[in-house]
Structures are given as structure tokens and as C-alpha cells.
């Protein structure tokens, strides 16, 4: 947080035409959330007094997709440029004496705090000038127009280079479509991100002109104006150019995707996660992962998940809005979605937990076992080829290979109930609604339909029929007919 007045001004309107597509492009995802969503994140850590949004192309979407507690959106009609965006919300800070942010909703690579930063260098600057900080009246008559961030790209082809003085007074920005030779050669270029003293950009703002080829109102050109009045935007560097690095079509995503990525990896393997091959790892933010959690190549781990201590994913798992306790093992080829693992459980290879399931502690889920909206007591089995639907199972219970909870009738789920150590026999069809007592048993084959008291035997099979030489009595058969 910065203690000075801000309001921040996010630039979303804009239709994303390099990325053909329908959708709004601050909508398209990075890991999960709207490429928006980082820029306010980061735009946050300054706490701002208000943060408005300029929408435009599908501003419902853009809404309704963000939902962004206590931001304003302003709708900018017609798209004329970055300068007519922030004109069209001069309106929320017309009689505000204090300062504006100007950022893009296309940068979700900028960090907070390097916001923070700039803040802290704004902070400086208006000391160095002897204003007080406590009390912006009379801030009007001061030299310090504002703070625009650059870096320095190792191809700044495309970018606003910035020209400026020996006291990093930034002179003028210059489009790449405008500069000469001699600018080409700059490397220092404009992020388009800014901090304006609020009475100073409103005032510019209203002698923007479109005199240009594409006949839009430039933001850049703000600079100038206040410049010739000899208020000063001071140029900071900032040391990391992945961070002003914009989104302009899909090999932009791609690579901003990669990008974020690396540093949760980076974040986490430093605070005592093993990755193995993490370049094919993928994680989200909302990630929180203990130490001493070892993953293997190609895991996807996505939105609210939680990994704790001791824990092992193997290859190519997938969990999602997931909670994982101490010490599980997640065998190769795993999913798992809005569920909890408890300790010392373990699942896979080839397992499926989904729909609110809880794996409850030392619980074996093995080969091809999908479990559904279930609850698994302690200590309980099923380690192969078998379907947990709708059901809550017992601690110490044994599910035998091909079983099956026939919970839908074609209308209705219907729960199946399997009580303390009750024993599943292989290939056992059990038709919910239906309840398994403690220490029951069925046998193999069976489709039970009703509900087995505590320590019967339920069975339900044909009698078995032996047919002496038929197999030789077939053959004859055959061959007569040929």
C-alpha cells in the first residue's frame, strides 16, 4: 500500500483483433483465470481508493467474468485509442487531488510490487520537489507531472520507444511506425503503465488531439502536452522486461502463459517442493503446495488446490480444486476433481475421484476405480476395475474387482451404504438403494437388491450346470451341416 491518494484506471475495452476471436481478449485464460484478473492483482497491493475499469467490446462478459469487489466500469462506446479510454473516465476523477494509475488489462506479467515500487519512486520525487505528502493543495504549482515505467527489451521492434533527458525526463514516446534510425536503435521502451497527478492529466486530457493516420487519441501524447507546460513525467526503469510484456495475440498468451508459470514453479521448488522435469508441469496460482512434495512430469495441478506434506504425484496426474493430505501417493495417470485424499491414502494408477469424494485415511483406491460423489472409510480397498457412486462405505471394507453401485434408476441417484468390514465380492452388482451390514459378505457374481443384514452371506446366482462332452457334441453339429 502506498500512502498517497490513488485512484487506478484499468484499460479492458479493447476487442483483441490480432487474436480472431470472439471473446473479449482480456478474457482469454493464463493458467486458469482471466489474463484481467493478474493486472488486478497486482494493482491491488497499492489499495487504491477506487479502481475503475474501462470496458468496451462485450462489457457484460468482461463483468460478469471478473467480478471485481468494489471496482467501477466505465463503458467506452467507440474504441479511439488509449487516451480516449482514459478520457472517457475523467469523470470519476475530476475533483480528485491526487494520483492516477494507468495500466493495461492486456499485462498480466506485472508484479505488485513492482507497482509498489513506482509508487515508493513517486514518493521520492515529490519529496526531492518539497511538497507535502500529507497535503496535495497547491500540488498544482509543482514541476511533477507523474511516473511512466520502461524496461529494456532485447528486441523492442513494436514497442513506444522512450526518449528522454539526462534527469530521466522522459521528452517524448515514439511509435515504432514514427521513429528514425537513430530512435529505432533505442531499447528502452514504454510499458504503458503511468502515475498522473490527477488535476495535472485531466487538464491534458482535454487538449488531445487525433491528428494521426489512425485517427485515435494516443495517451502518450499526454506527455508532451504537460511537458511543454514544464510538468515532468520521469521515466523508471524497471529491471525484469518480462513484466511490461503485453498480449496481443495467442503467441503472446502462449508465451506469458510459459512465463507465469516458471515463477510458481520457481516460488515453490525454493520453499521445498521436487519437481521432476518442470517444464511440463503444470500449476495455477491458487496452488498451495507443504514441503517434501515430489511431482513427476506432465501433472496438471489447477485451481484451488492444496497438496500436503510428504505427497507424491506421479506422471501425467491431474488434480483440480483438490485437497491432498500428508503423505498419499498419486499413482501414475490419476484425476481428481473437487475432492479430498486423506493421509497415507493411495490412489492409482488409472484412478478417477470426482464430485465432492473423500478418500478417508490409508484407503486404497487402485487400477481403473472411478469414485463418485462417495464417501471411503479407513483402511477400506478397491483396487480394481470398479464404480463407487453415490455411496458411503465403511472403514476396513474389501471391494472385490468389477463391482459396481448401480445408483441411477434412469430418474434418480440413489445412495448405496456398505457398513464396517464388509466383504465385496468380485463382479458384485449392488442395485441402490441398498444397505450392506458390518462384516457382510457377498459372493462373486452377484446382483443384490436388497438390503444384507450384518455378517450374512448374500448370493445371488444361477446354479451352475455341467454339460458332459458338448463342446465335442458342437463339433458334430457343425459338421453335418457343412
Not at 292 to 319: P, R, S
Not at 376 to 390: E, M, S, V, W
Request: proline share 3%; net charge neutral.
Amino acid at each position: 500500500m502506498i500512502d498517497f491518494p490513488l485512484i487506478a484506471v484499468v484499460l479492458a475495452a479493447g476487442k483483441g483483433t490480432r487474436f480472431k476471436s470472439e471473446k473479449p481478449k482480456v478474457l482469454h485464460n493464463i493458467l486458469g483465470k482471466p489474463m484481467l484478473w493478474y493486472t488486478l492483482f497486482a494493482v491491488k497491493w497499492l489499495k487504491p481508493q477506487k479502481t475503475l475499469i474501462v470496458v468496451g467490446h462485450k462489457k457484460e462478459e468482461v463483468i460478469k467474468a471478473i467480478n471485481c469487489d468494489g471496482c467501477e466500469f466505465v463503458y467506452q462506446e467507440e474504441q479511439l485509442g488509449t487516451g480516449h479510454a482514459v478520457y472517457t473516465a475523467k469523470d470519476h476523477f475530476k475533483e480528485f487531488d491526487g494520483y492516477v494509475l494507468i495500466i493495461n488489462g492486456d499485462t498480466p506479467l506485472i508484479k505488485g510490487e513492482t507497482l509498489h515500487n513506482a509508487g515508493e519512486y513517486l514518493k521520492a520525487l515529490i519529496r526531492y520537489e518539497g511538497a507535502n505528502l500529507t497535503n496535495y493543495r497547491g500540488y498544482r504549482n509543482k514541476s511533477i507531472a507523474g511516473v511512466v515505467l520502461t524496461a529494456k527489451l532485447p528486441n523492442p521492434y513494436g514497442y513506444g520507444r522512450i526518449v528522454k533527458d539526462k534527469d530521466h525526463r522522459v521528452i517524448k514516446i515514439v511509435e515504432e511506425k514514427d521513429t528514425t534510425p537513430q530512435e529505432k536503435q533505442i531499447n528502452e521502451v514504454n510499458s504503458g503503465i503511468y502515475f498522473f497527478y490527477a488535476p495535472y492529466l485531466k487538464e491534458a486530457l482535454e487538449k488531445l488531439e487525433n491528428n494521426n493516420a489512425q485517427k485515435e487519441y494516443y495517451l502518450t501524447d499526454i506527455i508532451e502536452i504537460l511537458r511543454q507546460e514544464e510538468k515532468y513525467t520521469y521515466a523508471l526503469e524497471i529491471p525484469d522486461y518480462t513484466e511490461i510484456l503485453g498480449v496481443n495475440d495467442r503467441l503472446q498468451l502462449a508465451g506469458a502463459e510459459n512465463i507465469l508459470k516458471e515463477r510458481f514453479l520457481t516460488f515453490w521448488a525454493l520453499n521445498g517442493t521436487t519437481f521432476h522435469n518442470p517444464q511440463s508441469i503444470w500449476i495455477e496460482f491458487d496452488v498451495d503446495l507443504s514441503r517434501d512434495v515430489e511431482i513427476y512430469q506432465n501433472v496438471m495441478l489447477q485451481g484451488k488446490t492444496f497438496i500436503d506434506e510428504g505427497t507424491t504425484i506421479e506422471a501425467n496426474c491431474i488434480i483440480k480444486n483438490s485437497k491432498i493430505g500428508k503423505n498419499v501417493k498419486i499413482l501414475a495417470n490419476s484425476y481428481i476433481e473437487d475432492s479430498e485424499i486423506k493421509d497415507n491414502a493411495t490412489i492409482g494408477p488409472f484412478a478417477r475421484i470426482r464430485n465432492n469424494s473423500v478418500i478417508n485415511q490409508e484407503v486404497v483406491i487402485g487400477n481403473f476405480v472411478e469414485v463418485k460423489n462417495s464417501v471411503i472409510g479407513k483402511r477400506t480397498n478397491a483396487r480394481h476395475l470398479t464404480y463407487l457412486g453415490d455411496a458411503e462405505i465403511g472403514e476396513d471394507v474389501n471391494i472385490g474387482a468389477g463391482t459396481i453401485t448401480c445408483n441411477y434408476d434412469g430418474f434418480q441417484k440413489h445412495k448405496t451404504i456398505i457398513k464396517d468390514r464388509a466383504f465385496i465380492g468380485s463382479d458384485t452388482m449392488l442395485v441402490a438403494p441398498i444397505t450392506i451390514g458390518e462384516e457382510a459378505i457377498t459372493g462373486s457374481g452377484s446382483v443384490i437388491t436388497k438390503d444384507v443384514p450384518d455378517k450374512a452371506l448374500a448370493i445371488e446366482r444361477s446354479q451352475q450346470k455341467i454339460i458332459e462332452n458338448y463342446a465335442e457334441k458342437r463339433k458334430k453339429k457343425y459338421e453335418k451341416k457343412d
